[in-house]
Every structure is written in structure tokens, then in C-alpha cells.
């Protein structure tokens, strides 16, 4: 089975380590979340997933490619950032157009493709600054779907929508996943419980708790999975 393994992965900025020494392993076709407080290493780690940035020391394998094969990675790897990167004056269709000429790709059909999923066809002639947050998010990550990446990184997917909208994204999501690979952050746990079939668990630079849901409840004794969240993270700080 592919997957992303990562081996003694260590990054500093200064004095402040981000990441120490972290071991990990991202298994294909799920939904991983990787969840943690602020400063807790997770951007760190998806910024060199992605390879935007350079660990200081440690190897990285994505799907049996060596992390310094840059080009090969960014064939196969892409992000839907927390900030959305629509662009507001141009139309639906537009803004999945520009985005596919920017990449160096012509395929209508991918985009009528990806309009489908995203339930986005009937507004493919409205500027995208008049669609509601939600709509707006699903314009976002359906953009992050034009390479046809193998590994798709959601940051903070569902941040400010509404709970039906936010549940509607949760369907495309998992629908998104049955071909590709997806790591989800998420400050809402009730997602991460949701959607996810593993969690690894970041603490200052840590990898505090990794496993299923319910691995992590049982291990940390705990009936509820954000009362396992919070004692894993504070036991973590206090170390």
C-alpha cells in the first residue's frame, strides 16, 4: 500500500523547534486528520508535505518518492489553503478555467467534472463574490482538485460555515476520498470524528497520540474523544 512515511523529521526556526524528531505514517485513500493548538507544529508539517519548505534533517517518502524529488512530489501533491483562492470578480466557471490554464492543463471535461461534484453547475456563470461562504468553499477546494492530485491537504475545510453547510462539505469530502488521499486539520473535533479514520495528534512539535478515534479514546481512558484531546495535549504540555 502507498503511503507517506516520515522518518526523525525535525524543523526549527531559530531557537523555537516546530517539529522534534517526529515519526509518522499517512495511509493511501483515507481521511487522516492531524489535529493540534496553535504552535503545535501542523502548518510546519504540511508546508514540508507540500514542499514548501525544507525539514532540517530527517527523510520523507511520498508514495515512494523521496521528498528532495520536489518536481515529482508537486505532480501528485496539493493544498486547499484555510484562505480561500477564488478569485472574486471572475465566474465560477471562469475561476476553474484560469486556474487549469495556470497549470498548464485543457480539459473541459475535468471541469464540468469537478463542477459536478462540488454541486456547482448551476452556478457556473455567477461571479464568484456573489455565492454564499459555502459555495465559496466548495469554488476553493474544487480549484485544489485541477492537478487530479493523489494527496490532498484540507486546511481547515469547514472554518465559519454554518452547520448545514458544513455537513454538505463533509459529503463532498468523503466522496473526494474515495480517490484520493486527504489530510485534514480541524479545530472542530466533532469533524474529525466524523470524517477520519485516522488521527495523529501534534503537541509542541510531538507526536502526542496517532490512531483511530477510538484508539485514541481508549488509551487515553477517556468516554469522549475531545475529553481524550484535551488530556492528551495537556499531559503533552506539561512534559
Known amino acids: 500500500m502507498n503511503k507517506i512515511v516520515v522518518k526523525n523529521v525535525s524543523?526549527?526556526?531559530?531557537?523555537?523547534?516546530?517539529?522534534?524528531?517526529?515519526?509518522?505514517?499517512?495511509?493511501?485513500?483515507?481521511?487522516?486528520?492531524?489535529?493540534?493548538?496553535?504552535?503545535?507544529?501542523?502548518?510546519?508539517?504540511?508546508?514540508?508535505?507540500?514542499?514548501?519548505?525544507?525539514?532540517?534533517?530527517?527523510?520523507?517518502?511520498?508514495?515512494?518518492?523521496?521528498?528532495?524529488?520536489?518536481?515529482?512530489?508537486?505532480?501528485?501533491?496539493?493544498?486547499?489553503?484555510?484562505?480561500?483562492?477564488?478569485?472574486?470578480?471572475?465566474?465560477?466557471?471562469?475561476?476553474?478555467?484560469?486556474?487549469?490554464?495556470?497549470?498548464?492543463?485543457?480539459?473541459?471535461?475535468?471541469?464540468?467534472?469537478?463542477?459536478?461534484?462540488?454541486?456547482?453547475?448551476?452556478?457556473?456563470?455567477?461571479?464568484?463574490?456573489?455565492?454564499?461562504?459555502?459555495?465559496?468553499?466548495?469554488?476553493?477546494?474544487?480549484?485544489?482538485?485541477?492537478?487530479?492530485?493523489?494527496i490532498l491537504f484540507l486546511d481547515e475545510p469547514t472554518l465559519g460555515l454554518d452547520i448545514i453547510a458544513r455537513r454538505d462539505l463533509w459529503r463532498i469530502i468523503t466522496k473526494i476520498s474515495m480517490s484520493t488521499t486527504i489530510v485534514l486539520t480541524s479545530y472542530y473535533l466533532e469533524e474529525i470524528e466524523s470524517l477520519c479514520e485516522d488521527v495523529i495528534i501534534l503537541s509542541k512539535g510531538h507526536v502526542a497520540s496517532k490512531g483511530t478515534v477510538n484508539d485514541i479514546k481508549e488509551l487515553s481512558g477517556c468516554d469522549s474523544f475531545e475529553d481524550a484531546f484535551v488530556k492528551i495535549v495537556g499531559e503533552s504540555d506539561e512534559i
Open 11 to 150: 524543523k526549527a526556526y531559530k531557537d523555537v523547534k516546530a517539529l522534534d524528531n517526529i515519526n509518522l505514517e499517512i495511509l493511501e485513500n483515507k481521511i487522516t486528520g492531524l489535529l493540534g493548538t496553535n504552535g503545535a507544529g501542523k502548518s510546519t508539517l504540511i508546508k514540508i508535505l507540500t514542499g514548501e519548505i525544507k525539514p532540517d534533517n530527517g527523510t520523507i517518502s511520498i508514495f515512494g518518492i523521496d521528498i528532495k524529488n520536489i518536481d515529482e512530489i508537486r505532480k501528485i501533491v496539493n493544498v486547499s489553503p484555510q484562505e480561500s483562492a477564488i478569485i472574486s470578480n471572475l465566474t465560477v466557471y471562469e475561476n476553474l478555467e484560469f486556474f487549469e490554464h495556470l497549470y498548464g492543463i485543457n480539459d473541459a471535461m475535468l471541469i464540468d467534472d469537478i463542477m459536478m461534484l462540488f454541486n456547482l453547475k448551476e452556478f457556473k456563470n455567477k461571479r464568484s463574490k456573489t455565492l454564499s461562504g459555502g459555495y465559496k468553499k466548495r469554488l476553493s477546494i474544487a480549484i485544489s482538485l485541477i492537478t487530479r492530485p493523489r
